[in-house]
């Protein structure tokens, strides 16, 4: 167990859809990351937020939007959703910017049909 | 932007054999990480190098930084069952984000 919370495990929604996926950080960690891994593929970084501020954006679709709340926990949401939404997104969480120090939690498995 | 490649693509071995991969970048990277991801659980961080020509050990796992600091290695001993899964390779350079390779799986047949 890597202490990185996601939620839910298992989501499946229909086309145009709109979903929010939930992370908690291990306690006392300030980065939170996310990427997305379509399948056999690598991981796709999306966006990081350091101490709640939006610290480095990757190839995050302008549909997709995070943040990260005083609590440190953070959510992605996925707005307008397509088939090729279809993936694995993970979070990450380290206790300073830097990725080094990063453990990934379990995933959240989203099917789009 | 920048691209990782590993090779192989996926490898099936005998318990007990060595295992070989590589991350191979057009681009110099700073820093080069190795991950292992197993069904149904995020990666997990194996080993970190930071420095051109570094050998860093792991138990049975054992990774190079390249020297033209355009490549990495990740080599395992006496492979067992449980070393099963894909194992991803991610660099960065200086300022940049990290950028992930599509992974070799490994088999590891009893």
């Known amino acids: 167990d890597s202490g990185v919370t996601q939620t839910p495990k298992h989501l499946i929604t229909a086309t145009g859809q709109r979903v929010t996926l939930r992370c908690s950080p291990r306690?006392?960690?300030?980065?939170v990351y996310w990427y997305q891994q379509s399948l056999d593929q690598g991981l796709q970084f999306l966006i990081q937020?350091?101490?709640?501020?939006?610290?480095a954006k990757g190839n995050i679709l302008e549909r997709f939007s995070a943040q990260q709340f005083p609590d440190l926990h953070s959510e992605l949401n996925l707005s307008s959703l397509e088939l090729g939404d279809s993936a694995l997104y993970f979070c990450?969480?380290?206790?300073?910017?830097?990725?080094?120090?990063?453990?990934f939690g379990q995933g959240t498995r989203l099917t789009v049909v | 932007g920048q691209q990782l490649n590993q090779s192989p693509q996926s490898m099936f071995i005998q318990e007990g054999e060595d295992v070989s991969m590589n991350c191979t970048s057009s681009?110099?990277?700073?820093?080069w990480l190795w991950y292992k991801q197993e069904p149904g659980e995020g990666p997990v961080l194996l080993i970190a190098?930071?420095?051109?020509?570094e050998l860093t050990s792991n138990g049975r796992l054992t990774a190079q930084f390249g020297i033209t600091r355009k490549d990495s290695f990740l080599n395992i001993s006496a492979s067992i069952p449980s070393d099963v899964g894909i194992y991803f390779c991610?660099?960065?350079?200086?300022?940049?984000?990290?950028?992930f390779g599509p992974g070799t799986r490994l088999s590891v047949l009893p």
């Open positions: 990450a969480s380290s206790p300073t910017r830097g990725f080094t120090e990063a453990f």
């Open positions: 681009s110099i990277f700073n820093t």
């Open positions: 991610a660099g960065q350079n200086y300022g940049q984000n990290f950028v």
């Open positions: 190098l930071y420095k051109a020509g």
């Open positions: 937020y350091y101490n709640g501020e939006e610290r």
């Open positions: 306690s006392g960690d300030l980065s």
